[in-house]
């Protein structure tokens, strides 16, 4: 839902097929008031609060991930029955573009304790999920996430005699932006190898993907007005473009320019002018600069024209 929660996108997804996973009581009304069955939908956000679990509940999800013990307690008491997954910290923020390993996820240990816990408290030990960082470069991150979980599928079966049943690979697959990724085709015949090699035809684990960018990234334009251009000094080089739209307006992600997202204008086809170009936001906030080293060719750009992105 994060990657693009648009009315049109969902339907479409729905119609092909297609599961979604909420991190929020907002997103899960919209998926909802889609005429999505709440049997389609997970609560992935291991950050939940308790009403809004209940919530959740009483509209008939009954699977959610946690990562603590906090949460996990949370929804044995307002998710009483439901089927869980683990969430656990994997590496891959170095060949990740957009990382989302640290704030989320436990220790394959604590993850461990969480799934007895769970059963203890009458919830069903499900699954393991993992997200190995967005924009994922490195498709052999998949294959040391899929050896933790292998451990730990192995670990609760034979200590626990608990039969974990789902494996969720997350997201990380990439868009095509500006860098060169390889295409979705080779992750998919990778990671069924990491699979394959892992588990037998009658042992393999449901299998959940939760590809954001990969899907959506390419369904929508952003359009921008060039506010104000401006230099800091009559000699100085470094152009200023400042646009209607910036960190704070959904592009947070170019924040250290993790991110590069294609930047367009008809003009840039005619400009041959040298220099830097920062491309910078409207807010009042000093971190709000989208692009200073990705040499942006916005040399030609007037106050007014549009940038597409
Ligand atoms: C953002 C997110 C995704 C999608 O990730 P992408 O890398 O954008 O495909 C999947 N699962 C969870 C839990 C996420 O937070």
Known sequence: ??????????????????????????????????????????????????????????????????????????IAKHAPGSKIFVRILVQGSETAEWPLSRKFGCHPNMAIELLIQARDLGLVPYGISFHVGSQQKDVAAWDDALAKVKYMFDWMKNEEDIKLQMINLGGGFPANYISEVNPIKVYAEEITRYLTDDYSEEDMPEIILEPGRSLVGGSGVLVSDVVLISRKSHTDLTRWVYTDVGLFQGLIETLGEAIKYPVYTPKMETSTSKGTVVLAGPTCDSTDIMYEEAGINCHKLEIGDKIFG
């Open 1 to 74: 839902m994060k990657a693009s929660p648009a009315v049109e996108v969902i339907n479409l997804l729905a119609d092909l097929g297609s599961n979604f996973d909420c991190a929020s009581i907002y997103e899960l009304d919209r998926v909802l008031d889609c005429g999505v069955e709440p049997s389609r939908i997970s609560y992935g956000n291991t950050i939940k609060k308790a009403e809004h679990v209940k919530y959740a509940f009483e509209k008939g999800i009954d699977l959610y991930a946690t990562d603590s013990e906090a949460d996990l307690k949370n």
